[in-house]
């Protein structure tokens, strides 16, 4: 049986979550999520102030969507309590972002500003110039517009000018050697 798929999640004070026609539905402080499981084989049961995810075939498929379906759960249960953060920061001389209501404008090196639009559900704050902070219930969403913001200008080896993650480590390329 899976490892992942076997630990049950339990439901924090103040969260609801309901189990209906192969939808998933979680209600808390900071949201309300939702989640469709695709797969026949996969049950959810809410009892106790646990949610338990099982399966009831052993088929290769079924046994590698047990563990993810548990994961999306409980990475719905935390974001409606406390929302996922993903730090992006701006490297580069004379390169700035700012943000304006839900649009993110960053100079990052072209002849024009770059504007990005924020999904529902998303909140981009820029702390300073160089900071970026994407937040937001669902972390899949989160990650997603962070890593399509970074996709705007990737880091380049041999400076380091670009967008990175916070927690990211670039490895500079040594330049060309003279004679």
Same mark, same amino acid.
């Given at each position: ?91 580069? /001389? $004379?390169?700035? @972002? *700012?943000?304006?209501?839900? !649009? ?6 072209? =002849?024009?500003?770059?504007? #990005? ?24 969403? /989160? $990650?997603?517009? @962070? *890593?399509?913001?970074?996709? !705007? ?6 400076? =380091?000018?670009?967008?990175? #993650? ?14």
């Amino acid at each position: 049986m899976s490892r992942i798929g076997r630990l049950p999640v339990t439901i924090p004070a103040g969260v609801t979550v309901d189990y209906k026609d192969n939808v998933v539905t979680v209600k808390g402080p900071k949201g309300t999520l939702t989640r469709q499981i695709q797969d026949r084989y996969i049950t959810v049961k809410v009892e106790g102030g646990e949610v338990h995810v099982e399966r009831s075939r052993e088929d290769k498929s079924v046994k590698s969507k047990h563990g993810l379906y548990r994961q999306l759960i409980f990475n719905m249960v935390t974001g409606v309590v406390t929302p996922f953060s993903r730090t992006l920061i701006v490297n580069g /001389v $004379g390169w700035k @972002a *700012a943000v304006s209501g839900n !649009k993110l404008t960053m100079n990052i090196g072209y =002849s024009h500003p770059v504007d #990005y639009i924020a999904p529902q559900g998303i909140t981009i704050t820029c702390p300073d110039q160089n900071t970026i902070v994407v937040s937001g219930v669902d972390k899949e969403l /989160v $990650g997603q517009t @962070a *890593a399509t913001i970074k996709s !705007k200008r990737p880091v380049e080896p041999y400076h =380091s000018y670009g967008l990175r #993650y916070s927690d990211e480590v670039v490895v500079l390329k040594e330049g060309k050697k003279g004679k």
